[in-house]
């Protein structure tokens, strides 16, 4: 699998941060696996770049019950939590 976006959308919040509009220590990055980089043994890119392999919608389902999990954590603990930050462990 590849990661490009992840490492663009990485850059961008970074600059964000730089120019004191996002807070990079509040970034969650969440990842599904959704299909592959490279064919398996006799298919071609091209038929793998352009077929369903069938990955995706569960790779949308898994992200939202990970990430439904994980806000409403943050929502619940927002007051007692996460308002103010966790401090960095060294």
């Given at each position: ?11 961008a919040l970074l600059r964000a941060t730089l120019a004191g509009l996002v807070d990079f220590s509040r970034i ?63």
């Amino acid at each position: 699998m590849t990661a490009e976006e992840d490492n663009a959308t990485l850059e961008a919040l970074l600059r964000a941060t730089l120019a004191g509009l996002v807070d990079f220590s509040r970034i969650i990055v969440m990842r599904s696996g959704s299909d592959f980089d490279r064919p398996p043994p006799g298919m071609s890119a091209y038929d793998n770049l352009f077929s369903d392999a069938g990955g995706f919608e569960p790779s949308l389902i898994n992200l939202y019950n990970v990430g439904s999990l994980i806000a409403q954590g943050i929502v619940d603990g927002w007051d007692t939590t996460f308002e103010a930050g966790i401090p960095r462990k060294s």
